[in-house]
């Protein structure tokens, strides 16, 4: 007996039958972008069909170049393309699964000069114009949509995915927000609607009908100009009847102010708008957006919001998440905790996709852990990420590991991360590694700091020290008074702290105080609390989903300064995907964010500061002190002292622009090699 009997149970499309409702979604990996690359994807690929995935859908391929994501980008419209796409159906195939691929035209979202849109209006997010199509133009479009599906059967996949939504071409089509034509193809909402309808229907003749046609529909826009639920049901239907075997739900265009996949996003927030789609279709639908667990999942399907759950970044962060669902290893598998840090940070930035808790993601035969030719007694010092990672990864080789941790639990500074508004998924990564030790038998020694003389009498072969940072105290005037507070101190909730705050540094740690400062409990956000912090009508009756609906966020009663020396804005450092919706965030709660500070001395009344010439005393009744770290690396010099030599990773090697991810993938590497 399973404890998830919805997401297990087959789902007969007629001409074929799924085994599970588990679809993992489109994710750009880089991979996609270059021939050469493709032995990688499929690799990639075959290990999340192995690992169980019911059906797979690639990153986007685009059907022309003016559908390009970024020049160069995958794409699938001449036939000398197709047997680099049969190493991918191949390899997903002999694994036992199945593959569509996204046939994706980035519109107007098109990082070149070649793009192309139904009006010539540039989107808030490129710096390129598009070329506002002809009426031959979209013709032509149509036509290539209806080609890369022909091709892309031919190529072995078992379906294609219609991308239909995220603000990209045919969405761009359908709202008035984007579409100002006047002809057949704009106008009222039926000849907005009049592209995707062709499109669904064209590619259906060109493919036959025992193909899957998997279309993602806008669903929620998000943004003003969208589309109206009734809309949205209309169009839904038109597709269905023009051909789609499986609608997805698309939800937020990549414009929108409103955060739709990162961590401070509630599990499951968005099933509810699955759930009212799936009332007025027939086909199979899908849910989608932080369903990172299995239970999530369940859920959701047990309530009837939606026939599928489509998972993707999960996928990254464990290629074996639905076996592990089945055999009830729940409690193995390594979730994705929404940080966008490997994943979508690496993809706007060019650089190819990974997981920061999973870094072999997307380097599947390049990072290989192998089992060890000799077994080595190894002790890691430190039980942070770093060196969770390593100790884990060099049992499962097969190495003897001891892992030391002088506090009472493992986690290091996840366990604070853990502990901020928004981040409670980072519990998960200590959930994962606490089992992790368990089933790869690392001895594990916690509540005491481990010496170099212990170390050396211990009869280790290696010796791997991740004692991490250490957190630094600027030399400012009165720093050592009692109203000044360690970050640590706070989190922990060890010090009661004042209505009004200074903080001083402005990182990812100042960050992560001031949302936890500035926040109304502790705890995941429910849904209703993120609807109306971020201004979305969970009526659904506004166009977008947010028209005229002002956000309304919480308020604590505090008055918070987040400070820092440098020139520019505070959070230039943060994610590219996640930092503007902290910056956002704590504007809207009336966080002073300031740079350009002279700190000139903590006193009784306050932080004496100097900014822009002009001195000011910010009356205050505490100081947060988040200035950044230094590693903590003692250890390491005292093993040296002693003849022993030791490796370093994580925090303790180099604490300038650490993070996690940086952390586990050096641990992992280190650990690999052994
Ligand atoms: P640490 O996590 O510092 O772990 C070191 C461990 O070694 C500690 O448990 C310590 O007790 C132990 N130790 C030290 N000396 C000894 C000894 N002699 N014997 C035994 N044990 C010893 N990173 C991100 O990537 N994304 C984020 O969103 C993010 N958010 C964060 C939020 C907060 C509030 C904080 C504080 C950090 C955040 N980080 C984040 C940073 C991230 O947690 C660190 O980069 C990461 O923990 C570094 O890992 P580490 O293993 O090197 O060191
Ligand atoms: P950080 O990001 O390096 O920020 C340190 C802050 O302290 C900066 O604002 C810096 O700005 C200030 N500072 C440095 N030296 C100072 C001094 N001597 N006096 C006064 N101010 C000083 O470090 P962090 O905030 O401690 O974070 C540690 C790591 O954890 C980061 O590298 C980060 O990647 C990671 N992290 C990531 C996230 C995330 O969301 N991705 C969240 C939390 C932490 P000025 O020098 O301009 O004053
Ligand atoms: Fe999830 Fe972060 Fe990994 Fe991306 S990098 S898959 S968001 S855990």
């Not at 990996?29 to 690359?37: I, M, Q, Y």
């Not at 180099?654 to 993070?659: I, N, P, S, T, V």
């Given at each position: 007996m399973t404890a998830y009997p919805h997401l297990l149970a087959p789902l007969d499309l007629g001409f074929t039958t799924l085994p599970n409702r588990v679809l993992m979604g489109s994710m750009h990996?880089?991979?996609?972008?270059?021939?050469?690359?493709y032995p990688k994807l499929a690799a990639y690929l075959a290990e999340r069909a192995a690992g169980g995935a019911g059906l797979i859908v690639t990153g986007g391929i685009a059907p022309n170049i003016a559908g390009w994501v970024a020049p160069f980008a995958g794409k699938l419209s001449a036939r000398r393309e197709v047997p680099r796409h049969r190493l991918v159906t191949n390899a997903v195939h002999e694994a036992g699964g199945r593959v569509c691929m996204q046939i994706l035209h980035a519109g107007r979202y098109a990082y070149h000069p070649l793009s192309v849109a139904p009006s010539p209006l540039k989107s808030p997010i490129t710096p390129f114009k598009p070329r506002g199509l002809s009426a031959r133009g979209v013709e032509s479009q149509i036509r290539a949509f209806a080609r890369c599906a022909a091709l892309a059967r031919e190529a072995g996949y078992d379906g294609v995915e219609i991308m239909g939504s995220e603000g990209y071409l045919i969405n761009e089509f359908i709202a008035a927000r984007t579409n100002r034509r006047d002809d057949a193809w704009g106008g009222d909402f039926e000849r907005r609607s009049r592209f995707p309808v062709e499109i669904v229907r064209r590619v259906r003749e060109a493919v036959g009908p025992d193909f899957i046609i998997i279309y993602r529909l806008s669903a929620l826009d998000l943004v003003e100009g969208g589309s109206t639920w009734d809309e949205v049901i209309a169009l839904g239907r038109a597709v269905q009847a023009a051909g789609a075997t499986i609608i997805n739900t698309g939800i937020g265009w990549h414009e929108a102010r409103i955060p739709t996949i990162a961590t401070l996003v509630p599990r499951a927030a968005f099933a509810w708008v699955t759930g009212r789609l799936r009332e007025a279709l027939d086909v199979p639908v899908v849910a989608t957006n932080r369903i990172n667990m299995p239970g999530v999942a369940e859920d959701i399907l047990a309530r009837g919001e939606a026939d599928m759950v489509s998972l993707a970044r999960p996928f990254l962060a464990d290629a074996e998440w639905v076996r592990k669902a089945a055999e009830g290893r729940s409690d193995e598998i390594n979730t994705c905790i929404a940080c966008n840090q490997a994943c979508l940070d690496h993809t706007f930035a060019g650089k190819r996709s990974s997981c920061l808790v999973n870094p072999r993601a997307c380097h599947e035969t390049e990072l290989v852990v192998r089992p060890a030719e000799r077994r080595l007694r190894v002790a890691v010092v430190g039980a942070g990420p770093a060196g969770l990672a390593a100790a884990t990864t060099a049992a499962e080789r097969g190495h003897r590991v001891t892992l030391f941790e002088a506090g009472a639990e493992i986690g290091g500074q996840f366990q604070l991360a853990r502990r901020i508004p928004g981040k409670e998924e980072f519990a998960e990564t200590l959930r994962y590694f606490r089992r992790r030790l368990e089933v790869t038998g690392v001895e594990l020694r916690l509540g005491r700091a481990v010496t170099a003389g212990e170390l050396a009498q211990g009869g280790f072969d290696r010796v791997i020290v991740a004692t991490g940072v250490l957190p630094r105290t600027p030399a400012i005037p009165g720093i050592d008074g009692p109203q000044v507070l360690s970050y640590i101190d706070v989190l922990l909730g060890r010090r009661e702290v004042g209505r009004r705050v200074a903080i001083i540094g402005a990182g990812g740690i100042g960050f992560d105080v001031a949302t936890f400062l500035s926040h109304p409990h502790h705890g995941a956000a429910p849904v209703a609390e993120y609807n109306q912090e971020w201004g979305i009508d969970p009526e659904w009756s506004v166009r977008g989903g947010v028209e005229g609906v002002d956000p309304r966020p919480a308020d604590t009663g505090r008055e918070i300064w987040l400070l820092q020396r440098k020139q520019g804005k505070p959070g230039r450092g943060l994610g590219k995907t996640t930092g503007w919706a902290h910056r956002l965030g704590l504007q809207r709660r009336g966080v002073h964010m300031i740079p350009g500070v002279e700190y000139l001395g903590v006193e009784p009344a306050g932080l004496r500061v100097r900014i822009k010439d002009e001195e000011r005393l910010l009356e205050v009744d505490h100081v947060v002190v988040c200035a950044g770290q230094e590693p903590l690396d003692a250890l390491a010099h005292e093993l040296a002292s002693q003849g022993v030599a030791a490796d370093l990773v994580g925090g303790a090697l180099?604490?300038?622009?650490?993070?996690a991810k940086r952390a586990i993938d050096q641990a992992t590497r280190l650990a690999a090699a052994l």
């Open positions: 990996t880089g991979l996609e972008d270059r021939a050469a690359s180099e604490a300038a622009e650490l993070d």
